[in-house]
């Protein structure tokens, strides 16, 4: 089955194209088109991981260009790292594609949402199954257009269309280092294939300063992609996207693109211990910064879009402290359990009527038993509690950072632990326990300015945007699914992805766990020459959980148990409350900084090319405007007549030369 | 037989106008009909010389000479040919041609003429890349400048009179520097061949310059001014900053037929000459003055660029996008290498079917709505989502997204630059940064037009327009699936022009 890997892919680009040509014709049936295509992909995905865990490595290649005396090859390989991600991708996105039947079915372009997801999900695939670094690229920019159309995908709101727009644009400042640094890599090894460039590294082919500026300019690119510092500013606002997309998305797969990348290209940035210390700092800050501001958004999902941030960051210190299979390791349990809580989210803003914000929320513990419980597992999991997938990662992380980083990469790691699990239970107490705060009253917060400080779109305007007046693609409220009634659990669609991810939530962790002697990490780091995996001892998972523990246990006195007032924090330092609420600014530094200025050149160019470049011609111009009026009457031989005398005047100027010049004779 | 296919192809047009001619103008349908058969047959004899064409092979194909007129001892003759720089941009011309001829079926003043002159370009236009001689290169060259002229002229837009007369002065001006710079070179290798021989074709041309029987002729200066000449006479075409100011104009104002054509095929003919003339008769100073052709690439993009992103009317962008896209021709052909030569020709054709595809999408818009003004549009994905979907489709084609064409052309050319000798370009890994903040900034001007003018809220005025014709279909699928096919595929189109990549570059020494 591992030749036939090439299939995984194409099984969704089938799904894509059936509902690009016919989607209109199969309305919500297009959902069981991308479900079955996703269902066949992730059986052949678990044939070839199994395949793959007692076999070879495959690879198939085609020439895919030529030039001069280079041959660039296009194809398929099957590495232990690809095989896992197979699993990642084609899991999250199979249960997402079931929960959005439910979640989407009252959209009437649900066939667009679905093709949409085939054509990222046959793009995610691709990227992982590239057998070289320029072909992951491609994919790479191709899951960057499907994050652009989804993001967009409510075009209408123009909120979403300027989230889509930033998403696009801030990611391409990250590719465009990338790509120079494919280019320049290529440049001196001849070749974008891994082997032959990991082992020009090891020959040391490539200068020190060089490999240094090759793997900043590619980890440029993961900054971009995995969200981190200072390009993550284009994560929180694509959250106005559909929901699940949010979770396959912008949660578990390609924003996790970028620690795949750094972990693709390990063998590089190894060589450099200068890009491994920027990667590793890169990561802390990142999870450190974006934890903060998870603390203070009340719309349930900038509070996981910016937990999303920080786990990436997580992942990328966990890379650049030498920790290879702690990060890749973290990856995959954390495309698990986030997928679980941006898909609960999902189900609980589809119950509560499309609210978001968790001030409106509250109580739907006894009202929404699955959904309930099944975030509550994915909290634990995140928050790092033992003996759930995130504690076996974290903890290597932690790991990682103590025993290859230093001291301050470490106290970061620890406080954004702490701060992980608090905001999570701020999460969860808000939205689960108390009293049910929905009610009947519209858009209680719309005028609140810290809500409005928020982002581009007003947190409490609904994730579907069924008051557009202009949309009519929506079915009227009086045939929604009561739109004014108690919230209520989900039908088996979504509930059943959420039991799904739980249950991985519990249990992914134990493929690495020490216990049963570190699976993962024999399967990822065989054939690579990657180091020695650093592995804590045991007071560090003692610690690490303490840690998670003091964060739950803050949350629940403030948020559950009322023990410390709700605002403690805010009102006792209230500008930087403010500063988190307005992430820290960032978004109007970069419109002053970038944006404006490049505008104004702009204009300022436009005029000088209007004003003095062209002048000069209007100059030549104004002395045949007589000429031009000839067209009005409908007179045009003077035209012809230039056209004549142009040829001619050309020949009669050669005539001339010869006389002159008496060539003739 | 295979000698006469390119002669055929060429001319093939005129008889087509011909019949055109005998036919009565009101019968506009028989008209447009045989234009498109016309134009039919020579992109389908153009596909026969494609699949002719011997791939792998050194040199000239389907070459022919025959001798044609002669003044007192000076021969002219009719040489042509085709190698691999050539072979694609002929199928470029006639595809796009026919599709422009698809997309103009909603003309309905003075059709006839209208397809006479669009024969009549075509000729020339093929004409161009096939020619071997020199005199022959120009006669077809000014042949495409008086169809253009009036296709602007008479179905243009309200400015049409200044734009068509500014169209004319600026390339009948490079027309003018050509043909004196031509004259030039004739007298230099005829004294350099201590008057025993004289020429027009490039090809001996080319070898007196390499090698002339008295070298003190040929000096530095003298190559050089006539390499500044000819640079200077396809600038104006391509177009290089500061020559660029034709374009805008002409392109908005232009009909959309002529747009698809004048960014498809006509700009071509400027990287073309440059390649052809310029790089093959004198390759020595193309390497000399490789770093003026750098920097002058990178201004284009940035400065299109930059322009591109304020402009306020849709097709304007486009417009300035062009020069911007042409800028990779010059970093690409600047490089001397084999990936940065063969970016350029990538890019010739692939931006050929993209700008086209993308005038075409801003004129049927513009047919609907009656307007071009950003941000008058607005919320096109809903009134009209089949061409709002093909016109994202463009754009981000356009954005050099991977999988379409223009990825592949930029990846080139970005090789070409940062592989660049230290002793052609000593600065080329700075101009290949500089360059690439053109890759962030097309993105932001051409997702900032999409998002003004696709996505938003549906404005009223737009309710209830009608989505694309059946015909429409054809310039839509066709470019944008030409684009997708070189883009999953390059090698259908490097295997073509691999051999002739190496020859160019090879003449400078490796």
Redesign the interface.
């Known amino acids: 089955m591992i030749q036939n890997a090439w299939l995984i892919p194409v099984f969704p680009l089938i799904a894509f194209l059936i509902l690009l040509f016919f989607g209109r014709f199969l309305k919500e049936k297009a959902a069981y088109v991308g479900i079955a295509g996703l269902g066949l992909s992730f059986i052949v995905s678990v044939m070839v991981l199994f395949e793959r865990i007692g076999g070879e490595t495959y690879t198939y290649v085609i020439?895919?260009?030529?030039?001069?005396?280079?041959t660039i090859t296009m194809g398929y390989e099957v590495t232990p790292l690809n095989a896992m991600m197979l699993i990642v991708v084609t899991l999250v996105s199979l249960v997402v594609h079931i929960f959005s039947r439910e979640y989407m079915h009252d959209d009437k372009r649900i066939h667009v949402f679905y093709s949409y997801l085939g054509l990222f999900s046959f793009s995610m695939l691709g990227l992982v199954l590239a057998p070289n670094v320029?072909q992951l690229?491609?994919?790479w920019?191709?899951v960057g257009?499907c994050s652009?159309l989804l993001v967009?995908f409510w075009?209408?709101?123009?909120e979403?269309?300027?989230a889509?727009?930033k998403a696009?644009?801030t990611t391409?400042?990250g590719d465009?280092g990338l790509?120079?640094g494919l280019?320049?890599l290529?440049?001196q090894t001849g070749s974008f294939d891994y082997g032959e460039i990991f082992a020009a590294v090891e020959n040391g082919l490539i200068n020190d300063t060089l490999l240094t500026a090759i793997a900043l300019l590619i980890f440029m690119g993961a900054v971009g992609k995995s969200a981190q510092f200072p390009l993550h500013v284009w994560l929180p606002d694509a959250m106005e996207g559909p929901t699940p997309v949010s979770a396959l998305i912008h949660a578990a797969t390609m924003v996790a693109a970028g620690v795949y990348l750094v972990g693709v290209m390990y063998p590089l940035f190894l060589a450099s211990p200068t890009a491994m210390t920027v990667v590793a700092y890169t990561g802390a800050i990142t999870a450190f910064f974006a934890a903060t501001m998870a603390l203070v958004m009340t719309d349930i999902k900038r509070v996981l879009a910016y937990s999303t941030i920080s786990q990436l960051g997580f992942m990328i210190l966990a890379l650049g402290t030498a920790g290879y299979v702690a990060g890749l390791f973290h990856l995959m349990t954390h495309a698990f359990f986030k997928a679980l809580l941006f898909l609960g989210a999902g189900s609980v803003i589809y119950a509560v009527h499309h609210r978001q914000d968790i001030r409106d929320m509250g109580g739907l513990w006894g009202k929404m038993k699955i959904t309930a419980v099944t975030f509550l597992i994915g909290s634990l999991a995140i928050a790092g509690v033992f003996p759930l997938a995130g504690f076996w990662s974290k903890e290597e992380i932690l790991a990682s950072a103590l025993l290859n980083g230093d001291g301050f990469l470490f106290a970061i790691a620890l406080v954004t632990a702490f701060m992980t699990a608090f905001y999570m239970f701020r999460l969860f107490f808000k939205t689960f326990t108390g009293e049910y705060r929905g009610g009947d009253h519209d858009d209680p917060h719309a005028n609140d300015p810290g809500v409005e400080a928020q982002g581009a779109a007003s947190v409490a305007e609904a994730d579907n945007p069924r008051d557009?007046s202009?949309d009519q693609d929506r079915v009227p409220p009086a045939e929604d699914h009561g739109h004014h009634d108690a919230p209520k659990e989900n039908s088996g669609f979504m509930t059943f992805p959420l039991i799904v991810l739980a249950s991985l939530a519990v249990v992914a962790g134990f493929v690495n766990a020490p216990f049963l002697g570190h699976q993962l990490e024999g399967f990822l780091i065989q054939g690579l020459n990657v180091g020695a995996q650093p592995h804590g001892e045991l007071w560090l998972a003692f610690l690490s959980l303490a840690v998670a523990g003091g964060g739950i246990a803050l949350a629940w006195a403030m948020y559950y148990k009322g023990a410390i007032a709700e605002d403690f924090f805010a009102s006792k330092a209230p500008g930087v409350h403010k500063l988190l609420i307005n992430k820290y600014y960032l978004d109007e530094v970069y419109v002053a900084v970038f944006v404006r200025p490049?505008?104004a050149?702009?204009?300022f160019?436009?005029e000088m090319?209007k004003s003095i470049?062209?002048g000069i011609?209007?100059l030549?111009?104004r002395s045949?405007?007589g000429?031009?009026?000839s067209?009005?009457r409908g007179h045009?031989g003077q035209?012809?007549t230039?056209?004549l005398v142009?040829?001619l005047g050309?020949l009669v100027?050669?005539?001339l030369?010869?006389v002159i010049r008496g060539?003739?004779? | 037989m295979m000698e006469n296919m390119l002669t055929w192809l060429v001319f093939m047009p005129l008889i087509g106008v011909v019949l055109i001619l005998m036919i009565p103008k009101e019968n506009v349908n028989v008209i447009r009909s045989l234009a498109a058969i016309i134009s039919g047959v020579a992109l389908i004899l153009s596909l026969i010389i494609w699949g002719g064409f011997e791939r792998g092979v050194s040199g000239l194909q389907y070459a022919t000479t025959t001798e044609w007129f002669n003044?007192?001892?000076?021969q002219f003759n009719y040489e042509i040919g085709i190698d691999g720089l050539s072979m694609p941009l002929l199928v470029l011309t006639t595809i796009v041609t026919t599709l422009s001829i698809f997309a103009s079926f909603s003309i309905v003043k003075r059709v006839k003429e209208f397809y006479v002159w669009t024969l009549v370009l075509l000729t020339g236009m093929l004409g161009v890349f096939v020619a071997l001689d020199m005199f022959l290169f120009?006669?077809f060259f000014?042949l495409t400048?008086?169809p253009m002229?009036?296709l602007i002229?008479?179905w243009g837009g309200k400015m049409?009179?200044?734009a068509s007369?500014?169209f004319?002065?600026?390339t009948?001006l490079g027309?003018?520097i050509m043909?004196m710079t031509f004259?030039a070179m004739f007298?230099k290798s005829?004294e350099a061949m201590n008057?025993q021989e004289t020429t027009f074709s490039m090809i001996r041309m080319a070898e007196i310059f390499a090698d002339p029987a008295n070298p003190e002729v040929l000096t530095g200066t003298v190559k050089g001014a006539i390499f500044l000449a000819l640079f200077v006479a396809f600038a104006i075409k391509l177009p290089v900053f500061?020559f660029h100011?034709?374009l805008p104009n002409a392109h908005v104002e232009a009909p959309t037929a002529a747009s698809m054509i004048l960014a498809g095929v006509l700009l071509k003919m400027g990287g073309y000459g440059l390649i052809r003339l310029g790089f093959g008769i004198l390759p020595d100073q193309a390497a000399r003055f490789a770093t003026l052709i750098a920097i002058l690439g990178v201004i284009n993009i940035i400065?299109g660029a930059?322009?591109a992103?304020?402009?306020t009317d849709l097709k304007s962008l486009v417009a300035y996008s062009s020069i911007s896209h042409m800028g990779i021709v010059l970093l690409g052909i600047a490089s001397f290498?084999?990936?940065g030569m063969?970016g350029a020709i990538f890019q010739l054709v692939s931006h050929g079917f993209i700008s086209a595809l993308l005038f075409f999408m801003v004129g049927a818009i513009y047919e609907r709505t009656k307007t071009r003004t950003i941000s008058e549009l607005g919320?096109l994905?809903?009134s009209v989502p089949v061409l709002a979907g093909f016109m994202l489709a463009a754009a981000?084609a356009s954005v050099g997204?991977?999988?379409l064409s223009g990825?592949?052309s930029e990846?080139?050319a970005?090789?070409g630059i940062?592989?660049a000798s230290e002793s052609i370009i000593p600065a080329a890994t700075t101009i290949?940064?500089i360059a690439?903040?053109g890759?962030?900034?097309t993105?932001?001007y051409l997702?900032?037009a999409?998002?003004r003018t696709?996505?938003?809220?549906?404005k009223e005025k737009f309710i209830g327009l009608p989505d694309a014709r059946p015909m429409e279909y054809v310039p839509m699928i066709g470019l944008l699936a030409l684009s997708i096919i070189i883009g999953v595929?390059?090698?259908i189109l490097?295997?073509v022009i691999?051999t002739t990549?190496?020859d160019i570059?090879s003449k400078i020494g490796g």
């Open positions: 020439e895919w260009i030529t030039f001069g005396e280079s320029l690229f491609i994919f920019e191709l257009l652009f967009g075009y209408f709101k123009p979403a269309a300027a889509a727009k696009f644009l391409r400042i465009v790509l120079l280019v320049i290529f440049n557009d202009v490049t505008v050149i702009g204009r160019f436009w090319d470049v062209d011609v209007n030549i111009g045949t405007r000429t031009g009026r067209f009005s045009n035209l012809q230039y056209g142009s040829i050309g100027v050669i005539a030369a010869f060539y003739f004779g | 003044i007192g001892f000076l120009f006669l000014e400048l008086i002229f009036f002229g008479i049409k009179e200044y007369f500014k004319l002065v600026y009948g027309s003018a043909f004259i007298f005829y008057m500061p100011t034709w400065y930059l322009l992103l304020v402009q290498t084999t990936s063969q919320g994905s809903k981000m997204l991977p999988g990825f592949v990846l080139l970005f090789i940062f592989g290949g940064v690439a903040i890759i962030i900034l993105a932001a997702l900032w999409m998002q696709t996505f938003g809220p549906m595929y390059p090698h490097s295997d691999n990549v190496i570059v």
